[in-house]
Structure formats: structure tokens, C-alpha cells
């Protein structure tokens, strides 16, 4: 028998845009801001003869995350299936008749829908969270042990947030533990993780967030080796430019928080600015010839200021004007 109380539950994750702090969100007590993306992933956990869902390592890693919480919570695990509904993942290109990955968080959402909709099954709370923490473990193990999961936190709080990463030695040494059973997974959960910070912000009501997809797809993995390369051969360098992006994002959250439009806009351009640096001095390619052109065209035109968002490379780029 199912120790769910229905049969049949759905959950919904949005997709993420990061407005300021890239990069230097990888870095302790460096924050970033990031909102959530008007459109995301739905899925739909319902009753089924056998396991069955679209296999790839973000969807397998979110089941087998989910599970192993679940059973840890004495439910036992009745045949389901599930169905994702994706309005982020793939945007259909007519002159290459390819699909292409826009970069909108896709995988991070799938990975939190997928969590929200098995415990909603299993009939355990669904608290933000649980979910973050166990969608946390899921989509760093999945990516490699990579990234800040801060596409995860605005996935699953469905808000503006500010957010500053964990402990990754911390996160890696407990992971490692967890892996080998030396720790329940309720454990974990339950820990403080040190560094964490999650805080929604409120955006003025008059900013207005428009996001374009450059038509190349990126691969954030691929740029975090790359960057990590640059950091471990230049981190003086390195960390001096992230503690610049940092001090800029600090002084802008002050700024949105007090509806301050001259200085909103002077510092997002300042954090694109100190973008740049970082392309320059590291060699790596942040804002691709398409996203110039996008960010260029849109500032002639409406003003404002536009910068790449999240690792850059291609994908998408998000302009701010009021």
C-alpha cells in the first residue's frame, strides 16, 4: 500500500536570474542577488505500477536525495511516476533547427520540483528549508561539487533573495560522511550550515528586470574549471576583484532597499564593470560578441543598464531600468 494520503500531487519551481554578484558568490560571505524567473518546471508525482521518471543525473540525484529523506522519515516507498512539465529548459532555434540551453536555472528547479512534489506525496511537510538543503545536496552532487546554490535557494523560496553560500569545505567533508552512512541525511538537514545566508529582498515597485537570450548556450561547469584555474595560478588578483564585486552588491542591496534609482543603476553598472575586469584578467570569455550586441542595443534604446547574468559565456543577459 502507498503511505501517501492521494494519489496524485504537483509542485512547481520557477527558474532563476542572478542580478548582481557573479562569480564572486563562490566566495565566503560574498553575496549575491537573484530573483526568480517568471516561468519554471512543474512536475507531477501520481500513482504508478513501478518507479519511473526522465533519467538524467539532476532528475536521478533529486529521486534517490528525496528518497533516502523520505525513508529516513520511516515512509515506505510505493511504485510512482513522474512527469516534468518544463517551460525553461530548451528554446527552439529556427536558423540552426537546434534546441539551446538558456541558461534560466533549469536544472536547479527540476531538482527542487522534483523534492516538493515526492514529499507532498509521501506525505511529509514541505518546508523551504528541507527543500533547499536536500535540493542542495542533490543538484551539487549531480553538477560535480560545483557552483553556489544560489539558483537553488531562489528556485525554492519563489522570491528576490540575497543569498551567501556555504561552507564548501564544510558541505564536502559532511557529504562525504553522508555517502558512506557515517550520517542520516535527517542529520544533515537538521545542521546549521555554516555561512548560510538566505534573506528576501524587496525590488522598487517602479524597477523593471528584462532578461534575452544571446541564442549560444554556455556551460557554467566548464567556466568554473576554467575560473578556478585563473584563481588558483592568480588569487591575489582573483580575490580582489571578487571582493570588489562583493563591497558593490552590499552597497546595492542598501540602495534597493531604499528605492535609491540613481544608485541602483551606477551600481549595477560598477558590478558589470568589475564583469569585465574579471573577463580581462583571467583570459575567460564572460560577455560573449552576442551579449555585447544585446546589452549594447538595449541601453541606446531604453537606457538603464544591461550585464550578463549568472557565469556569462553566452546564455542570457538581464537589463535593469526604471
Known amino acids: 500500500m502507498c503511505s501517501c494520503k492521494l494519489d496524485k ?42 518507479i519511473f521518471f526522465e533519467e538524467n543525473k539532476f532528475t536521478q540525484s533529486a529521486v534517490d536525495i528525496a528518497l533516502k529523506y523520505i525513508q529516513a522519515n520511516g515512509k515506505k516507498i510505493a511504485p510512482f511516476s513522474i512527469s516534468i512539465n518544463s517551460e525553461i529548459s530548451e528554446i527552439y532555434d529556427k536558423n540552426s533547427e537546434k534546441k539551446l540551453k538558456p541558461g534560466l536555472g533549469s536544472s536547479s528547479a527540476v531538482v527542487v520540483a522534483i523534492i516538493k512534489g515526492l514529499l507532498k506525496f ?24 560545483i557552483g553556489s546554490c544560489y539558483d537553488v535557494a531562489v528556485s525554492t523560496y519563489n522570491f528576490p533573495i540575497i543569498y551567501k553560500r556555504f561552507d564548501p569545505d564544510w558541505f564536502d567533508g559532511e557529504l562525504k560522511k553522508f555517502l558512506k552512512n557515517e550520517i542520516c541525511i535527517i542529520e544533515l538537514i537538521d545542521k546549521s550550515w555554516p555561512f548560510l545566508e538566505i534573506e528576501k529582498i524587496d525590488l522598487p515597485s517602479e524597477m ?30 582573483y580575490l580582489e576583484i571578487c ?32 564583469l569585465n575586469e574579471l573577463s580581462k584578467s583571467s583570459g575567460i570569455i564572460l560577455e560573449t560578441k552576442a551579449l555585447k550586441k544585446l546589452c549594447d542595443d538595449f541601453e541606446k534604446k531604453y537606457g538603464g543598464v544591461a550585464k550578463i547574468s549568472g557565469a556569462g559565456g553566452g546564455d542570457c543577459f538581464i537589463a535593469v531600468c526604471f
Open 9 to 50: 500531487f504537483e509542485a512547481y519551481a520557477p527558474g532563476k536570474i542572478m542580478l548582481a554578484g557573479e562569480w564572486a558568490v563562490l566566495e565566503l560571505g560574498i553575496p549575491c542577488v537573484s530573483v526568480p524567473f517568471q516561468k519554471g518546471i512543474k512536475v507531477t508525482v501520481e500513482s504508478s505500477e513501478k
Open 243 to 274: 571582493s570588489k564585486i562583493g563591497r558593490t552588491v552590499e552597497e546595492l542591496v542598501f540602495a534597493l532597499k531604499n528605492s535609491d534609482v540613481e544608485k541602483i543603476l551606477k551600481l549595477f553598472k560598477q558590478n558589470k564593470e568589475l
Open 122 to 145: 509521501f506525505d511529509l511537510r514541505v518546508d523551504a528549508k528541507i527543500v533547499f538543503k536536500l535540493a542542495s545536496i542533490a543538484h551539487y552532487l549531480a553538477q560535480g561539487k
Open 208 to 237: 523593471k528586470v528584462y532578461v534575452g537570450f544571446s541564442g549560444e548556450s554556455s556551460s557554467t561547469t566548464k567556466l568554473i574549471e576554467s575560473m578556478n584555474k585563473f584563481k588558483i595560478e592568480n588569487k591575489k588578483k
